[in-house]
């Protein structure tokens, strides 16, 4: 792939950025794969799947992780009678019913939400997304007794389609997952909402120790193996619900100039460099990638990147700690091991994850992270850490491109990244243009919420759109280029451009011509722009 330049003419389109350095040459080399990278390197991570799924007080210094003890028999249901089947099967072994006044919403069934619903081939609950698991027992055995009842016939349910709802069945060894939601919604869009709550599954049990576990019980109840894990699957839900980087199976990073980026690559390989057995290290500004530096020859997948970002942006209690140390599994990297993090807060926006397969190398990743720190506060005159805090995302009302455009998502193929432009009216309701006297200081508190509530549902139908031209710009059996489409609130367009794929929003009124004319103008500032947009280059330890 040829290289790309900046433009020394685009100055002014600049000012939709933070901060405005030169751009070098680029070499074209992602952080990111989509491939699984198990090497037969100097790192044999299978030799590391003996530990468990524990956290070390965060603000002590611990010593390593020991190996893990086999579930206690606390953990199974001994009820060994009826372990073979789902509990409605048998009287004796089913929990009570609600009762018949009962109404779904009572339970947590709003038919006006996406569920999700995740229980164990024998028909144990695991986790329902809204209401209490122990209550939806019932619905669950149901679902899992129809998957029997297909199995039995030599085929899988996939996919049920109930008046304005499509109900998606995909079974994981042990597991079953199950996920209702519109019609309006793509089937792959609801697949991919259970793909990943399946993998945060893994990320916290590991494959391995899943199946060894209902291999010996299959009776057995997960959930007590899976304590406050809950936040961890609504927060890979709504990750895939509000971002389109599990669509576009891509990362976003934050847009920074070219010399700030490489300032802090520096920091970290330097600081870094007296722990040999450091796999991976990744900076994460307001959750968004800033770099990401590893071992050579061992790459990232997007999603095991989603699953690192949800774990931190679910989990606030890491804030109050100098210093995490736990387990963490990465599905797409080594589905049956762990890796070991140590997780800090550098500033109230900035945390660094640094990754080993050593268990006890604390003290080593807890040195290179106070150098690492140390440099990062001396960078750019002490304001390193403030300008990544202060990086914002392209504002389509300054790029210069007349009016018509309200929202842009593009990916870089090669890179496995995308970008995207901030949320502007109509589809954001606090905006850096409101004015303190502005009359919707008048409103009352009711009409508020029922702004932000249209504002975040237009926000939504906006996603809906892209996912759905995603889906047939992809289709294998009628594949197409370029997709446009117009409603009455706004038009839409989809396209493949080479190397990215663009997904615009625009005025409802502008043609197909207006629009096919801002997709050429926003391709080439993309292009001028992509060494600040994406991360173009695979450093190393």
């Known amino acids: 792939m040829p290289q790309f330049k900046t433009d020394g003419n685009i100055a002014h389109f600049e000012a939709s950025f933070s901060a405005d350095i030169g751009v070098e040459n680029e070499v074209l080399e992602s ?22 799924h524990q956290h070390e007080a965060s603000g002590l210094l611990p010593g390593p992780i020991k190996n893990p003890k086999e579930p206690e028999n606390d953990l199974y249901d001994f009820d060994s009678q009826h372990s073979e089947s789902s509990p409605i099967l048998h009287e004796s072994n089913s929990l009570p019913c609600s009762p018949i006044h009962t109404s779904a919403k009572d339970l947590g069934l709003d038919p006006n939400l996406l569920h999700v619903f995740v229980f164990s081939d024998a028909g144990k609950p695991i986790y329902t997304r809204y209401g209490d698991e122990s209550k939806l027992a019932h619905v669950m055995g149901v679902m899992q007794a129809l998957v029997s009842v297909v199995a039995q016939l030599g085929d899988q349910v996939q996919t049920l389609v109930a008046g304005d709802k ?9 597991l079953i997952l199950v996920a209702v939601g519109s019609s309006q919604e793509p089937i792959s869009h609801l697949s991919v909402i259970l793909k990943y ?33 809950n936040r961890l699957l609504s927060g890979a839900v709504e990750l895939v619900e509000t971002q389109m980087g599990p669509t576009l199976n891509s990362v976003l990073c934050i847009p920074l100039p070219n010399q700030i980026r490489d300032t802090v690559v ?6 870094a460099r007296p722990s040999q057995n450091l796999l991976f290290a990744i900076l994460l500004t307001n959750y968004r990638v800033v ?45 049956n091991g762990y890796l070991y993090a140590n997780l800090s807060y550098l500033d109230n926006h900035s945390c660094l994850v640094l ?38 995302w392209p504002d389509v009302a300054l790029l210069g491109f007349g009016g018509g455009l309200r ?37 009352s508190p009711e009409a508020k919420e029922s702004i932000i509530a249209a504002v975040k549902q237009r926000q939504e ?21 370029c997709i446009f489409q117009a409603s009455d609130t706004e038009a839409q367009l989809a396209s493949i451009q080479g190397d990215l794929e663009v997904y615009m929003t625009l005025e409802p009124l502008v043609s197909k011509q207006e629009a096919f004319d801002i997709l050429k103008k926003l391709t080439k500032w993309i292009s001028s722009n992509k060494q600040r947009l994406f991360i173009l280059s695979s450093p190393t330890f």
């Open 461 to 481: 139908n906006v996603l809906r759109a892209y996912r759905v031209m995603h889906k047939n710009l992809h289709c294998k059996i009628h594949p197409v280029s």
């Open 166 to 174: 499509n109900i998606i069945f995909r079974s994981y060894g042990h």
């Open 407 to 443: 929202h842009f998502v593009c990916k870089l193929v090669p890179a496995a990244q995308y970008t995207t432009s901030r949320w502007t009216p109509p589809y954001n309701y606090n905006t850096p243009t409101t004015k303190p006297d502005d009359s919707q200081d008048s409103l």
């Open 355 to 392: 990754m080993t397969v050593d268990s006890e190398k604390f003290y080593s990743l807890q040195n290179s992270r106070d150098q690492i720190l140390s440099r990062l506060q001396s960078a750019l005159q002490g304001e390193c850490l403030k300008c990544l805090a202060s990086a914002t």
């Open 197 to 229: 709550v399946y993998n945060q599954i893994v990320s916290a049990l590991t494959n391995q120790r899943i199946d060894k576990w209902f291999m010996q019980k299959q009776n057995l109840d997960l959930r007590n193996l899976m304590i406050g894990d």
């Open 31 to 52: 952080p990111f794969s989509h491939n699984n990278n198990e090497t037969d390197d100097t790192l044999n991570l299978h030799q590391r799947s003996g530990y468990s």
């Open 291 to 335: 770099c990401i530096v590893s071992m050579k020859k061992h790459f990232l997948d997007p999603v095991d990147i989603h699953l690192i970002t949800n774990l931190v942006r679910c989990s606030q209690s890491f804030r109050n700690a100098s210093t995490n140390w736990l387990p963490i599994c990465l599905p797409n990297f080594n589905s």
């Open 266 to 271: 520096q920091a970290i390989i330097h600081g």
